[in-house]
C-alpha cells in the first residue's frame, strides 16, 4: 500500500516536472513591524526621510502566484500605504510631505507586485516588476532586490523615483528659497511570514 501510493507522488510529480506547466498558488503574507520603508528626498538646504509606520500593517495580503523555472508571476499582490502613517519628522514637513502627494483626494500609495524575475546566469540577481500607484497615476518600474530567508522571508531594495512622473509638483517654500528634487528614493526592508 505504502509503494503504491509513493508510485503515484512520484508519478505525479514528474508528470508535473516535465510538463512544464507553471502552478498556480495561493497564499497569504504578513509584514512584520520590523519592516522598514523609507522616502529619501534632497533640499538645497537638508535632506529628509519620512518612514512608514510599518506597525499598521497588520492585515494578511492574499496573494496567487504562477512560479516556472526562474519566473514567477504574481495576481492580487497590493501592499497599500496610508499617506498619513509616514513621519518625516516634524509636523510642517509632514503637512508638506501631504500636500505634495495630494493625499486628500488619493489618501494612499499603492505597490503592486506584477512579477519576480531571477537570472539564470547568476542565480543572486532578482528583479521585481512592480507598479507603483500615486495620486492616482500607475508607472511599472524594474527594481534589483534581495530575497534572503532566515527565520522569515526579507526582502531588499531601492528605487529612485520622479515625482513629475506622477504628476506631482514640488512645493516652494519661504518664496522659493527652499527647492526640493523632483527625484526620491523609496528605501525597503520588508521582513514576511507566509502562512
Do not use: W
Amino acid at each position: 500500500m505504502i509503494l503504491k501510493k509513493l508510485a503515484i507522488v512520484l508519478s505525479v510529480l514528474l508528470a508535473v516536472s516535465f510538463s512544464g506547466s507553471p502552478v498556480k498558488t495561493q497564499s497569504e503574507i504578513i509584514i512584520k513591524p520590523s519592516s522598514k520603508l523609507t522616502i529619501h528626498g534632497i533640499t538645497n538646504v537638508a535632506n529628509f526621510a519620512c518612514k512608514f509606520n510599518t506597525v499598521t500593517l497588520k492585515d494578511e495580503i492574499a496573494i496567487s502566484y504562477t512560479a516556472k523555472s526562474c519566473h514567477t508571476s504574481f495576481e492580487n499582490a497590493l501592499l497599500v500605504l496610508d499617506n498619513k502613517e509616514f513621519d518625516c519628522g516634524r509636523k510642517i514637513i509632514n503637512k508638506d510631505f501631504n500636500d505634495l502627494l495630494k493625499s486628500d483626494t488619493y489618501p494612499q500609495i499603492a505597490i503592486r507586485l506584477k512579477e519576480v524575475v531571477r537570472s539564470k546566469t547568476d542565480p543572486k540577481i532578482v528583479t521585481a516588476h512592480v507598479d507603483f500607484i500615486i495620486a492616482g497615476v500607475t508607472k511599472s518600474y524594474q527594481i534589483p532586490i534581495h530575497i534572503s530567508r532566515d527565520q522569515a522571508l526579507t526582502v531588499n531594495g531601492k528605487i529612485k523615483l520622479n515625482i513629475r512622473d506622477f504628476g506631482l509638483e514640488n512645493p516652494k517654500k519661504m518664496l522659493g528659497l527652499i527647492k526640493i528634487e523632483d527625484v526620491v528614493t523609496v528605501h525597503f526592508h520588508l521582513d514576511m511570514d507566509i502562512i
